[in-house]
């Protein structure tokens, strides 16, 4: 397993492959406990909890007993718990009960990730930062109830909206090569529409690729849900592409996007979670998605770097995708950040010292001028 860091949280550490709370739904404690004693051995240490229902917030809290160490529990605010049912709430007394029987059923006195649940229209978030529901957030933070504070959503617009607040530490937001393609929406439900896909896209949609960068940007962290875009990814049926990913290819296509720390996958068994966690022993080419994304007629990812690292090696030892992130960064703020010319200096090789081969060229499957990323980033860095 490997770990990224939560920049913006005291700099928690998070496993890359981390799992989400629905394959636990509908099982017995004791496979409560045997799932999550198998995400420990797998070095699995990062779980989102978006349900309320009480049944899992008991199984899970016994589950973690005596080891509540060992996970970083992201949980949601507003996601409470009325007549047997899920109930998405703004309302302050319902929000708070909700918190508090969240911790109370997992045992624990604080969560590290509090996230304001699935907020996709700017209306809903602008209710939100104008009243009660955001001091609460803050209080929670402030008195240590969470240690960092979040939002779910699924609309770019939304999301970056509540990002440029400063409030918002982490993003969960629904990530896959699809989805990518996609304008913003506040009906999630267009994400999944075939019809809106029928006429190809060309490159992924800038406001989510602005959105990406600017929590890069910012040191916000995004943990991704939708990875397999429901599992209509892995089918060449369902695939809005008409091409089936495996789920290595999947699991590398969002951990290469900017400000990616995890995948929040809905593993129902231990095998799944072994599957998964496969992605470590996989091949180069198991794992690699840029053949299928660059074979597709309809979409078209031609001259924009989508950091898959297929140009590698360089010949001069060159990161070229990371050269390109960090390129992208500033050019999308017209300057360079100081935090990007932070990790800019951090890179072993710098643009400065590509000899124009050509080599990377010939290996970029979406015809990326890399010699004039180069050179670009050397004017722009100064090496
Ligand atoms: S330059 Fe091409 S091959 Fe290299 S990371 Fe970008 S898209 Fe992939
Ligand atoms: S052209 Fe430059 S960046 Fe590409 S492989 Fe050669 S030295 Fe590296």
Redesign the pocket.
Known sequence: MKYRHLKRCGNIKVSEIALGCEGFLGKSPAEYRSMTDKAFELGINFIDMYTSDPSFRDNFGAAIKGRRDKIVLQGHIGSAWENGQYLRTRDAEKTKKAFDDQLKRLGTDYLDIGMIHYVDSESDLDKILSGEFIKYCVALKEKGYIRALGMSSHNPKAAKKAIETGLIDVLMFSVNAAYDMQPPSENVDDLFEPENYKNGFANPDPNRVALYECCEREGIAIDVMKTFGGGDMLSAELSPFGVAFNEYQCIEYCLTRPAVVSVMAGCHSEREMEKLAGYYSASREERDY?GVLSGMKKFKFHG?????????PCTAGIN??DV?KYLNLSLAQNTVPETVADHYRLLEHHAGECVECGR?EQ????G?E?IN?MKEAKNIFGY
């Open positions: 840029s924009n770097c989508m950091y898959c690292g297929h140009c590698a070229i995708a390109n990377c290996n970029c499957p979406f990326v890399i990323k």
